[in-house]
């Protein structure tokens, strides 16, 4: 959980659990995004190239598997 660690900082508005990222992912995908980070330590741009590569690849692969 994040703290404010000086007055400085942005306030802790809420706690975001694990389903509400769950359904942030879910709303990303149902719009078009074919690939969603969604978790407490996710970062919008960290190794996020790499994680899209991956799953395209992944899903490329089980259509590809698929009778």
Known sequence: MFLQPTPLHLTVKEY???EKFDLWKEYGESIGFRYVASGPLVR???R???LFVKTMVRKAKNT???P
């Open 16 to 18: 975001v659990t694990p």
């Open 44 to 46: 919008s741009s960290y």
């Open 48 to 50: 996020a190239g790499e």
């Open 64 to 66: 590809v598997d698929m």
